[in-house]
T-cell receptor
Framework: GAVVSQHPSRVICKSGTSVKIECRSL??????MFWYRQFPKQSLMLMAT?????????EQGVEKDKFLINHASLTLSTLTVTSAHPEDSSFYIC????????????FGDGTRLSIL | AQKVTQAQTEISVVEKEDVTLDCVYE???????LFWYKQPPSGELVFLIR??????QNEISGRYSWNFQKSTSSFNFTITASQVVDSAVYFC???????????FGKGTMLLVSP
């Protein structure tokens, strides 16, 4: 089946650091990728939607300058948390889909981000 | 606007019991898709099922079964003869197309004890 690889799986870093998370579709072309955030014991909240080759669409309340999303190819999207602070600590999870084949979203394994 | 309600926050059962997880949805679309995902303690989301709004047939996959009732806007999930490995958070989700943005419910944590 379709595989989405997310890296790294866990990050622990100091406040003020920028952190980049990669999301790759391994065996299909991901025309659209989604980035979600999940706080402990809560549901997944969509942060942004990115289509290959165009700017990401951010959900209300998500700072685009804080969470930089790049979707430069059909197999890779990156989320960069700039100047991360403790309140950015969360579980970030990406998903990918190929709209042309009406594929459901396939999720990466997530990245647990801890900012000290 | 779309909305998914999972009223059960946490369910505890003993192994081999049957358990049903409820999901009620709201949408103005006539075409939509419903999903169930499993999130074990390790965090990854495991896709379980996708059902479109035109297919009301119930589905069975091993110990899992799903009951889709458009009349009550419900898409309930039943695990038969539960096992400890079924312990996880289960999310019901809705999208207007099979591949588009998902609206998730708040999830139901299922604890299966030996």
């Amino acid at each position: 089946g379709a595989v989405v690889s997310q890296h790294p799986s866990r990050v622990i870093c100091k406040s003020g650091t920028s952190v980049k998370i990669e999301c790759r579709s391994l065996d299909f072309q991901a025309t659209t990728m989604f980035w979600y955030r999940q706080f402990p014991k809560q549901s997944l909240m969509l942060m942004a939607t990115s289509n290959e080759g165009s700017k990401a669409t951010y959900e209300q309340g998500v700072e685009k300058d804080k969470f930089l999303i790049n979707h430069a190819s059909l197999t890779l999207s990156t989320l960069t948390v700039t100047s991360a602070h403790p309140e950015d600590s969360s579980f970030y999870i990406c998903s990918a889909t190929d709209r042309s084949s009406n594929q459901p979203q396939h999720f990466g394994d997530g990245t647990r981000l801890s900012i000290l | 606007a779309q909305k998914v309600t999972q009223a059960q926050t946490e369910i505890s059962v003993v192994e081999k019991e049957d358990v049903t997880l409820d999901c009620v949805y709201e949408t103005r679309d006539t075409t939509y898709y419903l999903f169930w995902y499993k999130q074990p303690p390790s965090g990854e989301l495991v896709f379980l099922i996708r059902r479109n709004s035109f297919d009301e047939q119930n589905e069975i996959s091993g110990r899992y079964s799903w009951n889709f009732q458009k009349s009550t806007s419900s898409f309930n999930f039943t695990i038969t003869a539960s096992q400890v490995v079924d312990s996880a958070v289960y999310f019901c989700a809705l999208s207007e197309r099979g591949y588009s943005t998902l609206t998730f419910g708040k999830g139901t944590m299922l604890l299966v004890s030996p």
